[in-house]
T-cell receptor, first 113, second 115 residues
């Protein structure tokens, strides 16, 4: 158990509203990631972090921002949600043993109406 | 850029039979890892098996094994004695071995298991 908690697990919002998803980990992992999962696309990287206040963009970063002010929390923000951002969002951490694999949270389903 | 391709959107297998899921990848790196993840209807991402690129021996985990062909950049998953609980989406994934590598996924293969 990698101790990853995502919140909220489900959210329905309207176009144009801001949304923040939170990822919380309890084991001091350095690397954290946000992915989105859509049918026919697999999982695609949005943003990742390699330390406090150190973040970088992934493949599908447009319309998203992230922040990491402390090791345990990695926030994903949609400043103005659009229907194309309806998706399932997964947070992940890279294991401490650094054998390459990522461990995932349970996912957050976001619906933008 | 690294890519991962799963050419079988859906597969079906009879319970107790064997099935192989295909995956190819493209990279210019020599140090990397490959994975198969399982995603059942619960949506949880579960690591099935891991392969280090520097190891020639194919990884195995109980009924799951891989056929890793480094030169061909192929990484297939074999599931033996298939069980109803194996029904899920399966994702092949690649990560560069360096410290800032990011996991790159294929689009997935949906596996159905028939009783």
């Amino acid at each position: 158990d990698a101790g990853i908690t995502q919140s909220p697990r489900h959210k329905v919002t309207e176009t144009g509203t801001p949304v923040t998803l939170r990822c919380h980990q309890t084991e001091n992992h350095r690397y954290m990631y946000w992915y989105r999962q859509d049918p026919g696309h697999g999982l695609r990287l949005i943003h990742y972090s390699y330390g406090v206040k150190d973040t970088d963009k992934g493949e599908v970063s447009d319309g998203y921002s992230v922040s990491r002010s402390k090791t345990e929390d990695f926030l994903l923000t949609l400043e103005s949600a659009t229907s194309s951002q309806t998706s399932v969002y997964f947070c992940a951490i890279r294991g401490l043993r650094d054998t390459g694999e990522l461990f995932f949270g349970e996912g957050s389903r976001l619906t933008v109406l | 850029a690294q890519t991962v391709t799963q050419s079988q959107p859906e597969m079906s297998v009879q319970e107790a039979e064997t099935v192989t899921l295909s995956c190819t990848y493209d990279t210019s790196e020599s140090d990397y890892y490959l994975f198969w993840y399982k995603q059942p209807p619960s949506r949880q991402m579960i690591l099935v098996i891991r392969q280090e690129a520097y190891k020639q021996q194919n990884a195995t985990e109980n009924r799951f094994s891989v056929n890793f062909q480094k030169a061909a950049k192929s990484f297939s998953l074999k599931i033996s004695d298939s069980q109803l609980g194996d029904a899920a989406m399966y994702f092949c994934a690649y990560i560069y071995g360096g410290s800032q590598g990011n996991l790159i996924f294929g689009k997935g293969t949906k596996l159905s298991v028939k009783p």
